[in-house]
């Protein structure tokens, strides 16, 4: 049953079983670099907004997750779409919760700027 499973599955998922030329696999690396060094870069350049700072988590998140997309798809292996699923997932409630976070610390201060906060204390 689990031959069976696979194959449908392989059958849906990696329909064409042609290998990957050079040159897409080589645009869409170059597409994930510009995506994730967009994430670093809004995350190392705009430390002062909480929103920008998590949207540039995601953004790091997302290519990270397009980086196992792709090689699960060049090695023609459904791993890769797992681990990318449990990322979007981890992603997701990272969002949330930082979303809360960012809502309760509005209510407090009334301002979401990193500059008004003083040093955290423990």
Not at 39 to 66: H, K, P, W
């Amino acid at each position: 049953m689990l031959a069976i499973s696979n194959n449908i599955f392989e059958t849906l998922f990696f329909a064409s079983n042609i290998n990957f030329a050079m040159t897409d696999s080589f645009f869409n690396l170059i597409e994930i670099f510009l995506i994730s060094f967009t994430g670093f870069l809004g995350l190392f350049l705009n430390r002062q907004n909480i929103i920008v700072t998590l949207m540039s988590i995601e953004l790091i998140l997302l290519s990270i997750s397009i980086i196992f997309i792709e090689l699960s798809y060049q090695f023609q292996d459904f791993y890769g779409l797992v681990f990318s699923f449990f990322i979007l997932t981890v992603a997701a409630a990272e969002s949330a919760i930082g979303l809360a976070i960012v809502i309760v610390y509005y209510r407090l201060r009334g301002s979401i700027f990193f500059y008004d906060t003083p040093v955290l204390k423990i």
